[in-house]
């Protein structure tokens, strides 16, 4: 089985995508299942991960109700807001769908770059453990240090780091964070999205200038932690989605790597994830 372990749907006539604004030209439309379901069917990608785009919980509400509709979306990761009294209720209240897999808070658009240290998000936390819900850290290369702290204080939360910690790859930037991020793979065990590579490089970036940060984390996280997400429809920025997989579909060395990637580790990393799903429609 091939999976998709990150993409996105939205509909900007719904009002709670703060960040996606009319300048965003090549985003700012409707991206529904029937956009994506021909690149799937194109490139052999037999499902996908269904992402949160809004901090709202009627769009994870949205988009459990696509999930319930398209048998190619395997699963959901929603949001929920970590700080609030109601979090492990909300939690609990949504960990009952079938397909809600995991939850990403917003991080990155987080003014407070140790917002999730603060003790009450605690509840949320230890919720999604109990519920046996992943949590997706949407962080940046500056959140690394304290993501490793993080997870310290809650070794049963599985974590996937979504698109590497999004190196600064256009400007060329790489000690810090690949130090950071090999610290990261060596002291846990959390998986990593092998997503958002071309975005960050910018619509100059060529196989040169991306092969160091993807080697880097192949060598930090082994194909057995490497997880393989479009990003679409963000990929959109600086390619297309049959030009992403190729490229990193070359990165790998073998049959058994490639099924891990493209597939297996997200079984792993999502436990909750459909196993056996229709094909795209």
Excluded at 2 to 31: C, K, S
Excluded at 132 to 160: E, K, Q, Y
Excluded at 192 to 210: F, N, P, Q
Excluded at 246 to 266: C, H, M, R, V, Y
């Amino acid at each position: 089985m091939i999976i998709d372990a990150h993409q996105h749907f939205w509909q900007p006539e719904r009002g709670d995508y703060g960040w996606l604004t009319p300048d965003l030209v090549p985003l700012y439309r409707d991206f529904m299942p029937d956009d994506l379901a021909p690149l799937l069917a194109l490139n052999g990608v037999d499902g996908s991960i269904l992402v949160q785009a809004a901090p709202t919980i009627a769009e994870t509400e949205f988009l459990l109700r696509i999930a319930d509709e398209k048998p190619f979306v395997l699963g959901v990761v929603g949001w929920v807001e970590f700080a609030s009294p109601s979090a492990a209720t909300d939690i609990a209240r949504l960990a009952a769908h079938p397909k809600l897999v995991g939850l990403r808070p917003m991080i990155q658009d987080i003014a407070d770059d140790d917002w999730m240290l603060d003790p009450a998000l605690a509840p949320a936390f230890d919720a999604m453990t109990e519920h046996d819900l992943t949590f997706d850290a949407l962080v940046l290369p500056r959140h690394l240090s304290r993501l490793g702290t993080l997870m310290s204080r809650h070794p049963n939360l599985r974590t996937i780091i979504d698109h590497g910690a999004k190196p600064e790859i256009a400007t060329g930037v790489f000690e810090i964070w690949a130090e950071d991020i090999g610290e990261i793979a060596e002291k846990s065990d959390a998986f990593c999205k092998l997503s958002g590579v071309l975005t960050e490089a910018g619509d100059a970036w060529t196989r040169e200038s991306i092969a160091p940060y993807v080697q880097h984390l192949f060598a930090s996280f082994g194909p057995e932690r490497l997880i393989w997400g479009s990003d679409w429809p963000v990929l959109n920025l600086a390619g297309d989605y049959t030009e992403w997989h190729d490229l990193a579909l070359s990165f790998t060395q073998s049959e058994p790597e490639k099924k891990a990637i493209f597939g297996a580790n997200a079984l792993h990393a999502y436990k909750k994830l459909e196993t056996a799903p229709s094909s795209p429609e």
